[in-house]
């Protein structure tokens, strides 16, 4: 997966810029490894002892495509003249799942930034947020499936409308979203642990097999407040503000997991000669509430900031970021056949 961290634009002249953009790339390797043992059903005249042992399945990803509308409203807020730009993002969202479906409820974040009707050069920030329902058929979805969840929006098309009063406060939503779910089921499987025969002297291998046991997802939220002393700050009044945030470090503490990263602000705002961007850094460091019941774990742990908020303030830049973490535990376990 990749995601953007950071944007830098540089303008050479009034049409042509430089356009400097940061990438965080992860790659995930899923490999199914298998051992071969005697065969309890095939192997006639041999008496076994064997053991049951519950161990999870992981299903390949389920990717599901979905087109939506949605009719966003601007009641009093100027009317629109040219979309600018828009965004759209989804929450984590929360999955329900019986045999063979999954509903999935979330919410999407919207914002378009556009010039106003009879201001040239005025610029407009709307932002709406709306539930979504999406519903995921799949016969490798059971009622007790562990299912993480990504949305993204595959596409984004606007365009302005006009309302019962004859002026264009109504945007026309079309968008499309790809839902990704990675399923996990635990089944009981049977491994012969010892046996012989009657009519022969037999040598039996035992060998210890290592796998992977995934815990549930653990999500942890809270909030990141900081404020900036910035005295020659550019930007008088903030339009947007985009937020990127990175894990540096993740490790096993009293008491949890504690976890340290970066939020990238960009804000975005008018200034006394028109409108600029301002960027800055703010660290934070959390502990995840988590008790270890076996250390010889591993966990992958995602963060992203949700509906973050700014104010400038005669040289006083205040932000508050809602963060969440997610975090896929896994543990090393074996067992003897």
Request: net charge negative.
């Amino acid at each position: 997966h990749a995601k953007c961290s950071y944007v830098g634009c540089k303008t050479l002249n009034p049409r042509r810029f430089i356009l400097r953009c940061r990438a965080d790339l992860g790659l995930e390797i899923k490999c199914m490894q298998s051992v071969q043992t005697v065969s309890m059903q095939d192997s006639k005249g041999a008496y076994f002892k064997s053991t049951k042992q519950k161990m999870a399945v992981y299903s390949p990803t389920i990717i599901r495509d979905f087109n939506m509308e949605e009719s966003i409203s601007l009641d009093a807020m100027p009317p629109v003249s040219d979309i600018i730009y828009t965004t759209l993002d989804f929450s984590a969202g929360e999955v329900s799942v019986s045999q063979g479906t999954a509903l999935i409820r979330a919410e999407a974040a919207f914002k378009c930034l556009y010039e106003k009707e009879g201001e040239e050069g005025g610029l407009q920030l709307a932002v709406r947020r709306f539930p979504i329902a999406l519903t995921v058929d799949d016969e490798a979805i059971q009622a007790d499936s562990d299912i993480s969840l990504s949305l993204n929006a595959k596409s984004i098309e606007t365009e302005k409308e006009i309302d019962a009063y004859g002026e264009n406060r109504v945007i026309e939503l079309r968008y499309g979203v790809r839902a990704e779910l990675n399923c996990v089921n635990r089944q009981e499987i049977e491994v012969p642990t010892d046996m012989f025969f009657e009519e022969y002297e037999n040598e039996n291998k035992l060998q210890s097999l290592p796998y992977e046991e995934p815990s549930k997802e653990l999500k942890h939220r809270f909030t990141l407040e900081k404020v900036f002393e910035i005295p020659e700050m550019p930007i008088d009044n903030c339009l947007d503000l985009n937020v990127s945030v990175s894990v540096s470090e993740a490790v096993l503490a009293e008491g949890g997991i504690s976890v340290k990263g970066s939020c990238g602000m960009n804000i975005f705002g008018a200034s006394s000669d028109g409108y600029r961007a301002h960027d800055c850094n703010a660290a934070f460091s959390e502990l995840l509430p988590f008790t270890v019941s076996n250390p010889d774990c591993r966990f992958k742990i995602s963060a992203e900031a949700q509906n973050p908020t700014a104010d400038i303030t005669s040289g006083r830049l205040s932000v508050r970021i809602p963060i969440q973490l997610c975090v896929t535990i896994t543990y090393k376990e074996s067992l003897t056949a």
